[in-house]
């Protein structure tokens, strides 16, 4: 039994690093493979193993899914954020210090989780029905102060003018009937071509990345990023509509001034932690908020304490683990990138996502795209905080729970 | 301000782009089912449905409407739907998505049919 639970993390571990590093990959749909397969697998394996390969996949996701958004600029859902700061510390040669940030956010949120589970797990029932119904105005709150802060009236309305447009285009494609992974063509528009569209017209050659041993972070800033991210990922851990990228705008609302550093650290730890709570809802109301919990469920339909305190020591297993190779991919990503030639880089990027587009979501996707480019081109150019973009989940899920 | 025309056609763009879009969501043809024709796979899928109403029944923000084939399934519409009485024969878009681990329908759009 311990053998095969090794062999079962070490299977979850090389399966979230390749979901991780490849755009457009999700664990979700691993999950859902592993969940048909396994009728097959359940003759060799326990489905507690099986639910091991999932949580450290789901872990091992969660920390090494910044680097396609850094480096190459196509990030999913839970990363959209984390591409425009990336990008910006890429161009200045410090892609290596920005994936390091999200990982130091990703293991440092884990640990604090883990550590804060067993009184998690006993309030998720008790505030649950508090929050809910609050959760539509916790983030007009949180998207208003954002608009707020913004330095001049002129950048306040166009601020405003960019969420809601985001805003209303989510909400367009995520009812458009039929139309496979909605996501994709959006979150890539918006956040990834667009960047790297203006990112053509301006820079020329990426410099050298530089890798550095330690990144000075303050205390304060530090302690302040990582409570803002356990406390926000949790919340999109256990309460429906809300999802890491939401947290991530409750998280930035919550710290205020948000320097590069502390972004990053709130952005890779959100993740890591939403993946965890997710396990944790799933035991303390029988309710999964994570598409891999759900597909999970399906294999060990309850658990136990028992299971629950073996899934963390798997979590904190694999995120150990994956934190070293994320570091060590890091390292390989910043020696590459700097070679290569970036106009063809982008280039390429372009054309493999438009490609991806296309073959999941077929030519309506392509529309989407082309859209969510030219609104990702505005919000660009508009000199306001890129997170407004986020509109496009945030106010579909302001929508759902105030309509 | 090259940039700021670029800025200007950027936002007037998306925004034709959103109305074309919208556009094509609300004609865009859709599959017609039979509810024993419906399955798991279907979840998140949009497709038309008709049958005759057999039972309504409102709620605070909902109305479930059960409609009969050869078996009958119900379906969940917003408050601000137009409510049938039972024995009309409705068409109506329906979407199946998962709530809490169970598939359920939701509904819109319904259409009068004549019996």
Request: with cysteine; net charge neutral; hydrophobic share 50%.
């Amino acid at each position: 039994m311990f053998l095969e639970m090794v062999v079962a993390i070490a299977a979850g571990i090389i399966l979230g690093s390749i979901t991780g590093l490849t755009p457009g990959l999700h664990i979700n749909a691993v999950s859902v493979l592993i969940v048909s397969f396994s009728p097959f697998l359940l003759a060799y394996f326990s489905s507690i193993s099986l639910g091991i390969v999932i949580i450290s996949m789901g872990v091992t996701h969660t920390f090494l899914d910044t680097i396609p958004s850094i480096f190459l600029g196509a990030p999913d859902a839970e990363t959209a954020l984390a591409v425009l700061p990336g990008h910006r510390m890429l161009l200045a040669g410090k892609g290596f210090e920005a994936v390091k940030l999200t990982i130091i956010g990703s293991l440092f949120s884990l640990l604090l989780s883990i550590i804060l589970m067993p009184a998690l797990i006993p309030v998720i029932p008790l505030i649950y029905d508090v929050i809910k119904p609050y959760i539509g105005i916790i983030l007009i709150l949180a998207c208003a102060y954002m608009i707020y802060t913004e330095s001049t009236i002129k950048k306040k309305i166009l601020g405003t003018l960019l969420f809601f447009l985001s805003g209303i285009l989510g909400y367009v494609i995520l009812n458009f009937p039929n139309l496979n992974q909605p996501l994709f063509p959006l979150l890539s528009g918006l956040f990834g071509i667009s960047l790297l569209l203006v990112s053509l017209s301006e820079v020329n050659i990426i410099p050298k990345q530089r890798i550095t041993n330690s990144i000075w972070i303050g205390k304060k800033g530090l302690v302040k990023s990582i409570a803002a991210s356990v406390i926000s990922g949790s919340a999109s851990g256990f309460l429906p509509g809300l999802g890491s990228s939401q947290a991530a705008i409750i998280a930035l609302a919550l710290v205020r001034e948000a320097g590069l550093y502390t972004f990053l650290i709130i952005i890779g730890g959100i993740n890591t932690v939403n993946f965890l709570v997710s396990l944790a809802t799933f035991y303390a109301i029988d309710k999964a908020r994570n598409g891999a919990i759900v597909a999970m469920t399906e294999i060990i339909p309850k658990i136990s304490i028992d299971e629950v305190i073996l899934f963390m020591a798997v979590a904190l297993i694999a995120g150990s683990i994956a934190s070293i190779i994320t570091l060590e991919m890091t390292v390989l990503f910043s020696k590459l990138i700097s070679r290569i030639n970036y106009r063809k880089c982008c280039l390429t990027i372009i054309i493999f996502v438009t490609a991806g587009v296309i073959y999941s979501s077929s030519g309506i996707g392509l529309l989407v795209l082309l859209v969510s480019t030219t609104l990702g081109i505005a919000g660009q150019l508009s000199g306001v905080k890129k997170s407004l973009m986020m509109g496009c989940l945030i106010l579909p899920v302001i929508i759902y729970f105030l309509g | 301000m090259h940039e700021q025309k670029v800025l200007k056609i950027a936002y007037i763009s998306s925004v034709a782009g959103i109305l074309f879009l919208f556009y094509l969501s609300q004609t865009v043809q859709l599959e017609e089912k039979n509810i024993d024709d419906i399955s798991e796979s279907d979840i998140g899928k949009t497709f038309l449905m008709q049958g005759k109403v057999v039972k309504v029944a409102s709620y605070n923000n909902s109305v479930a409407v059960t409609i009969m084939q050869e078996n009958t399934k119900t379906a969940f519409f917003g408050a601000e739907e137009y409510i049938p009485s039972e024995g009309d024969f409705i068409r109506f878009r329906a979407k199946l998505v998962d709530y809490d681990g169970r598939s359920s329908l939701e509904g819109s759009n319904i259409i009068l049919q004549k019996s």
